[in-house]
């Protein structure tokens, strides 16, 4: 129960700072592209790995601590960072054929998917 409660603070915390930054840059940046988004994924990406190795391979962080910062707040801020995180192990381990199959089918049907989702909202 400590755990989810751990992953859904923080998932809120990360949520938050995802709009406040995605909207930050948008504002800034003054273009149609999606910048903000592609930011926040770097970053959340960046800040998995750094976190990934102080947490578990640097300092064995206690219990809660794992699960409230990666799960929680950067799985609110993006999902991308996890994505990345399993693509690169995945390489890490020499599996390349199962990293690209992760990253084509990931991208690729997360599109169709959401272009689908989009379609059947619009039967309604």
Same mark, same amino acid.
């Given at each position: *129960? ?7 603070a923080?998932?809120?915390?990360? +949520?938050? @700072?995802?709009?406040? @930054? ?17 930011i926040v994924?770097? &970053? ?5 790995g ?6 578990? %391979? ?6 809660? @601590?794992?699960? &409230? ?14 994505? +990345?995180?399993?693509?690169v192990?995945? *390489?890490? %381990?020499? +599996? ?14 997360? @599109? ?7 379609a ?5």
């Amino acid at each position: *129960m400590k755990v989810l409660l751990a992953i859904g603070a923080g998932g809120a915390v990360g +949520s938050m @700072l995802r709009y406040v @930054l995605a909207l930050t840059v948008q504002r800034w940046a003054g273009t149609s592209f999606p910048l903000g988004t592609v930011i926040v994924n770097i &970053l959340g990406s960046f800040a998995i790995g750094l976190l990934y190795v102080w947490l578990i %391979e640097r300092i064995g962080a206690p219990q809660l @601590l794992r699960p &409230l910062l990666i799960i929680g707040v950067l799985g609110g801020f993006t999902t991308f960072s996890s994505f +990345s995180l399993e693509t690169v192990t995945l *390489m890490m %381990e020499a +599996s390349y054929g199962r990293a690209l199959l992760n990253v084509t089918a990931s991208v690729a049907l997360c @599109l169709i998917g959401t272009r689908l989702g989009m379609a059947i909202a619009r039967l309604s």
